[in-house]
């Protein structure tokens, strides 16, 4: 890695000890990520995030004191640009939406981690939205069931400039944040800039979503 490439730093609140040190070990073997703190409940996440956050935050929900909850709604009020990956073994609708809506990037389940935790952590920094397999089916269905408004923006609220449009027509197309710069001759920083500021337009937290929010309006082909 370059001497001045940037690096990405790491916290996690994690209660069970063989999880935090798979975890720690898999940031720890990234030359490009720091991992800053490791909180074992709650309140020791609280108290040290409170002078500051790091660039990703790692949640568990399930914590011996508090739920992880309050910790994902805490860091995303007060630090808007920390990314939030929830880890857990919640996979429930409930868990899940309440986690999305606090404010997490991602969602994990646990028993799903079958690669380097490394992986996610890149693609949230890079303006993704990882989420394992079931849990992008639930937030689908979820933004799929009949008479449900809860999540959904009003056709007036929701307004793309061209360039967001542009942006949003080719990822919907299936092409990476790298063939989409290209594409439109700007750097792969500006798309996903870009699409930090759809996803605030469209009241989503991922590209699924983003993708179909967007049809849902009419806002892209």
Known sequence: MAA????????????DRDTRARLAASIRAQASLELVAEYTTGAEALAGLDPGAPDVLLVDLGLPDISGLEVVRFAAERYPECDILVISIFGDEANVLAALEAGARGY????????DIAFDIQDIRNGGSPLSPI?????????????????????????L??????????ISRGFSYAETAQMLGISVGTV????????????VHSKTEAVFE????GLIR
């Open 4 to 15: 001045d490439a940037p690096v990405t730093t790491v916290a996690m609140v994690e209660d």
């Open 108 to 115: 994990l389940l646990k028993g799903s981690l079958q690669h």
């Open 135 to 159: 849990i992008a089916r639930q937030v689908l269905k979820r933004l799929r069931a009949p008479g449900d408004t809860s999540r959904r923006v009003g056709e007036d609220e929701a307004t």
């Open 161 to 170: 400039t061209a360039r967001e449009g542009e942006i949003l027509n080719a």
């Open 192 to 203: 996903h800039t870009f699409l930090k500021r759809i996803y605030r337009k469209l009241a």
């Open 214 to 217: 967007a049809n849902r309006l």
